[in-house]
C-alpha cells in the first residue's frame, strides 16, 4: 500500500507540475463557470415593457389601461405611452419597448356589440415572452367582457326574450368568472445556471484526466519505468492502485476547488457539505474506474488517448454537461441517466434546488455501483489479456 | 508550389489515418448537433404538469384539461410529488392542480381556485401563470354563461353548459391577435438551423486548434529539419502546412453543411454569403490551427489546452447560446473573439435574409482575424524551423 501512496504522490507531483493539468484542473472550470454566471446574470429576472396606443379612449379601454398599470402588475410590466402606431413600431425597434399594445377606435362601443372589435399586440420576435405577457394580461381583461358577452347570448339562447337584452346586459356586468388561478409556493428553491453549470464544467473538465493519466501509464511503459519498477518487489497492480489514487485526488481537490470558489464567487449552490461531498468522491471513484478500463482496454499510447477521449465526450454530451438537461426531450433525459456524470448532476441539481440531504444517496449509491460494475469490468479484460 | 502540396498531401494523409481525429472530425460535430438541435428546438407554448385525478364521472375537470393543452404539451401526472420534483428538476414550468371537487363546486355556483405552481426563472414563471390564466378563464366563460343562463331562465348550470359551450365556439368574441413588427431576428433559429451553423464555426475552429498537435509532434521529431537538408525553403513547408488545414477546415465544413441540409433540413440561407463566409471562416480556421502547431511545445498542450481554449471562445462568441440574451459587457467582451463576428454573420444570412454585402463588415474582420494569426504563425514557425 505505501508503494501506491508514493507512486500516487508522484503522479500528483508530476500533474500539478504540468500547466495544462493546472489549467484543465482548476483555471478552466472556474473561468468557465464564471462566464456562464456573467452571461445568464440578465436571463434570471424579469420584465417586460410594453406600449399602449389608445385610439379608442372610450370607458371600457381606460379601464383596460388602468388594469394594465395596476400596482399588482408593477413588479411585471411598465407601461409606455404611444401617441400611434408609427410611434409604438419605433419604440420597438429602438429597444424601448418590447411588445405594443393596440386599443383600435371605437373598441369600447363595439365591446358591448354584436361585432367586437379585437385588439393588437405588436411583437417583436426576439422579444416572444413581452408580446406574451402584454397579450396575457389584456387577455385577462377582455375575458371578463366575453363571459359577459356569452353569459347575453346563452340566456337568450335559452329562452329569454330578447327584450330583456337590456337587462342581461347590465346584470352580467356585476359577474365575476367562477374560476381564478391561485399560485401556490413551490417550496423550493430556483435553479441558477451558476448552480448547474459549475458543477457540469468541473465534471467535465476532471473528465480529461481519465486521458492524461492512461496516457502516462503508457508513456511510462514505452520509456521503460513500468519493466524497472518491476524489477522491485511490486506488481503491476500496485503501480495501478498508486495511479488511480492520483486521479481520484486531482478529481476531489479540482471539485472541491470549483465548489469553494464557485459557492463564494458566483453564488452557486452545491446543496449541504456531507451530500455534496459524496457525490464528490462517488463521482471521482467512477473517474478512477473509468481510467483503469481505459488502461485495460488500450495496448498503446495512441489509443488509449484515442478511447478516453472517445468515452470523455460521448459521456459529456449524453450526461447533459452542455446543456441544460431539464430542457431536453425526456428521451435525451433518460439517456442521461445511463452515464455516471448524469447522476451526479442530478444529485448536485437535487441538492441545489433545496430537495433534502438524503436525495444525494441514489446518485451517490448508483455513482459507486457504476464505478464497481467498470472496475470489474476492467479486471476481467485485464486478465483475459493477460492469458 | 510542388513542394507545399506534397508537404500538405502528407499532413492530410496524416489527420485522416488518425482514428481519434476522424471521431472529433466526423461523429462528434454531427452528434452535438443532434443532441444540441434537439434541446433547443421549441415544442411551442409550455411544459405543463396536470394533476387532475379520474375525470371520467367529472367532465367539467376534463374539459379544463382540454383547455389547458392549448398552454403547451401535457403531462398528466397522478402523484403530487412526482409532479413537484419535476417542477423542482426544471422538467416542467408549472404544475396545475385541478382540485378534486371542482364539477360539484362549479354546478353549485361556488368560486373555485385553480391552485398552480409556476416554476423556472422569473421571466418564465410570469409567461406561464398567464397563459394557464388564459386558458382557465376561457374554461370559466361558459361556465359563467351557464349559471347566468340557468338562474334567469330557472334551470341548472349542467343543463346550461351544452349550450353555452356550442355557443362560445359561435359567438364573436373579443380577440386579441398579435402581430410581428421587426422583420429580422437577432436570434438564429432554433433547433438544428441553430445547432448546425454554431456547431461549424465551434468544431471547425477547436478541430484546427486541436489538429495543430500534428505541427508539433513533426517539429519535435525533427521531421522539418530533415526536410531541409532537401533543397526544400521553409517557406514551402509553412506553405504545406498552411494548405493542409485550409483542405481540411473546409472538408469538414462541407460535412457539417451537408448533415445539416440532408439530415436535418437545415436550410443555409444565401448560397453565395454561405459559401463566401464558410470559406472565410475556414480561413480563420487555418490559422488558429497554425498558430496552435507554431505556439504550443508539446503535442499534449495542444491538443489539452487547444479544446479548453475552443470551447471558452464558442462560449465568450455565441456558439453556446445566443449573445442577445448576455448583458452587454459580455457581449462587446465576446466579440474580441472571431467566433462572435461568424455566428453575427450567420444570423444575418440565416435570420435576416442577409447576403454578401451584408456581412461585408464582418468579413473584413474576420479575414484579419485570420491574417492576424496566419502572419504571427508564419513568423513564429518560420523562427522555430531556421533557428
Same mark, same amino acid.
Given at each position: ?34 462566464? =456562464? ?166 465534471? =467535465? ?77 462517488? =463521482? ?104 | ?387
Amino acid at each position: 500500500m505505501y508503494a501506491a501512496l508514493v507512486i500516487a504522490a508522484k503522479d500528483l507531483r508530476q500533474r500539478f507540475r504540468d500547466r495544462s493539468a493546472l489549467i484543465l484542473g482548476f483555471v478552466a472550470p472556474i473561468a468557465v463557470a464564471a462566464l =456562464m454566471s456573467f452571461a445568464f446574470s440578465g436571463v434570471e429576472s424579469f420584465h417586460a415593457d410594453v406600449a399602449v396606443i389608445d385610439n379608442d379612449r372610450g370607458r371600457i379601454a381606460t379601464a383596460l389601461r388602468t388594469a394594465l398599470t395596476g400596482p399588482e402588475l408593477s413588479g411585471v410590466l411598465t407601461v409606455r405611452e404611444a401617441d400611434d402606431e408609427a410611434q409604438a413600431r419605433r419604440m420597438i425597434d429602438d429597444g424601448a419597448a418590447g411588445a405594443a399594445l393596440v386599443i383600435p377606435a371605437g373598441f369600447s362601443a363595439a365591446a358591448v356589440g354584436d361585432e367586437p372589435i379585437g385588439l393588437r399586440v405588436l411583437a417583436d420576435p426576439d422579444e416572444p415572452l413581452q408580446a406574451e405577457v402584454a397579450r396575457a394580461v389584456a387577455d385577462a381583461y377582455v375575458t371578463q367582457l366575453n363571459a359577459g358577452r356569452l353569459s347575453v347570448h346563452t340566456a337568450l339562447a335559452a329562452g329569454v326574450p330578447r327584450s330583456r337584452g337590456d337587462e342581461l346586459a347590465a346584470a352580467v356586468a356585476g359577474l365575476r368568472l367562477p374560476e381564478s388561478l391561485e399560485s401556490r409556493p413551490t417550496g423550493h428553491r430556483q435553479l441558477t445556471t451558476a448552480s448547474y453549470y459549475a458543477p457540469a464544467m468541473g465534471i =467535465m473538465f476532471v473528465l480529461f484526466a481519465i486521458g492524461f493519466t492512461a496516457r502516462s501509464y503508457f508513456i511510462e511503459g514505452r520509456s521503460g519505468t513500468l519493466e524497472r519498477i518491476g524489477a522491485a518487489p511490486l506488481r503491476r497492480g500496485t503501480v495501478l492502485l498508486g495511479k488511480s489514487l492520483a486521479v481520484f485526488v486531482y478529481s476531489v481537490v479540482s471539485l472541491g476547488t470549483l465548489a469553494v470558489v464557485s459557492s463564494v464567487a458566483f453564488d452557486a449552490r452545491w446543496g449541504p457539505l456531507l451530500p455534496a461531498a459524496a457525490l464528490i468522491v462517488a =463521482m471521482s471513484t467512477v473517474l478512477v474506474a473509468l481510467t483503469t478500463l481505459v488502461v485495460a482496454v488500450a495496448r498503446t499510447e495512441r489509443q488509449a488517448d484515442g478511447f478516453a477521449t472517445i468515452i470523455t465526450f460521448v459521456l459529456l454530451l449524453l450526461g447533459g454537461n452542455f446543456v441544460l438537461i431539464s430542457q431536453a426531450p425526456e428521451a435525451l433525459r433518460r439517456l442521461a441517466l445511463l452515464t455516471p456524470n448524469g447522476w451526479a448532476l442530478r444529485g448536485f441539481t437535487d441538492l441545489a434546488t433545496g430537495a433534502a440531504a438524503t436525495s444525494a444517496i441514489t446518485p451517490v449509491l448508483i455513482l459507486l455501483g457504476m464505478a464497481a460494475a467498470i472496475g470489474a469490468l476492467s479486471a476481467l479484460v485485464t486478465c483475459w489479456r493477460s492469458t | 508550389m510542388r513542394t507545399a502540396f506534397a508537404v500538405a498531401g502528407a499532413s492530410l494523409r496524416r489527420i485522416v489515418r488518425d482514428r481519434t481525429a476522424v471521431f472529433f472530425i466526423v461523429v462528434l460535430p454531427v452528434v452535438i448537433m443532434v443532441v444540441i438541435g434537439a434541446v433547443v428546438q421549441n415544442p411551442g407554448g409550455f411544459r405543463i404538469g396536470v394533476l387532475a385525478g379520474s375525470t371520467s364521472s367529472r367532465p367539467l375537470a376534463a374539459s379544463l384539461v382540454e383547455e389547458l393543452a392549448a398552454v403547451g404539451p401535457l403531462h398528466t401526472m397522478t402523484a403530487e410529488s412526482d409532479a413537484r420534483t419535476a417542477l423542482r428538476r426544471g422538467e416542467l414550468d408549472a404544475v396545475v392542480l385541478v382540485p378534486a371537487g371542482l364539477d360539484t363546486a362549479l354546478l353549485a355556483g361556488d368560486p373555485v381556485g385553480i391552485p398552480v405552481l409556476a416554476g423556472g426563472a422569473e421571466s418564465t414563471q410570469a409567461a406561464v401563470r398567464s397563459a394557464i390564466a388564459a386558458a382557465v378563464a376561457r374554461h370559466a366563460e361558459r361556465i359563467q354563461a351557464a349559471a347566468f343562463a340557468a338562474r334567469t331562465t330557472g334551470s341548472t348550470t349542467a343543463q346550461q353548459l351544452p349550450t353555452a359551450t356550442a355557443l362560445q365556439r359561435a359567438t364573436p368574441r373579443i380577440g386579441i391577435s398579435t402581430e410581428n413588427v421587426v422583420t429580422g431576428s437577432d436570434y438564429l433559429p432554433l433547433g438544428y438551423s441553430y445547432s448546425a451553423p454554431t456547431m461549424l464555426v465551434l468544431f471547425v475552429f477547436i478541430n484546427a486548434l486541436a489538429g495543430g498537435a500534428a505541427i508539433v509532434q513533426t517539429r519535435q521529431l525533427g521531421i522539418y529539419q530533415r526536410a531541409q537538408a532537401a533543397p526544400i525553403r521553409v517557406r514551402s513547408v509553412v506553405l504545406g502546412e498552411t494548405l493542409c488545414y485550409l483542405i481540411f477546415s473546409l472538408l469538414q465544413s462541407v460535412l457539417i453543411v451537408a448533415v445539416g441540409a440532408v439530415l436535418f433540413g437545415v436550410s443555409w440561407g444565401d448560397p453565395l454569403a454561405a459559401v463566401v463566409l464558410i470559406g472565410t471562416w475556414a480561413v480563420v480556421g487555418t490559422g488558429a490551427g497554425m498558430l496552435s502547431g507554431a505556439v504550443f511545445k508539446t503535442p499534449d498542450q495542444a491538443s489539452a489546452i487547444g479544446p479548453v481554449i475552443g470551447i471558452a471562445f464558442a462560449m465568450l462568441g455565441g456558439c453556446m447560446w445566443p449573445l442577445a440574451i448576455v448583458p452587454d459587457a459580455v457581449r462587446t467582451l465576446g466579440h474580441i473573439t472571431p467566433h462572435a463576428w461568424a455566428v453575427d454573420a450567420w444570423i444575418t444570412v440565416l435570420s435576416r435574409d442577409g447576403g454578401v454585402a451584408d456581412i461585408a463588415g464582418n468579413l473584413a474582420v474576420l479575414a484579419a482575424f485570420a491574417l492576424g494569426m496566419l502572419t504571427l504563425a508564419s513568423a513564429v514557425l518560420q523562427r522555430r524551423l531556421t533557428s
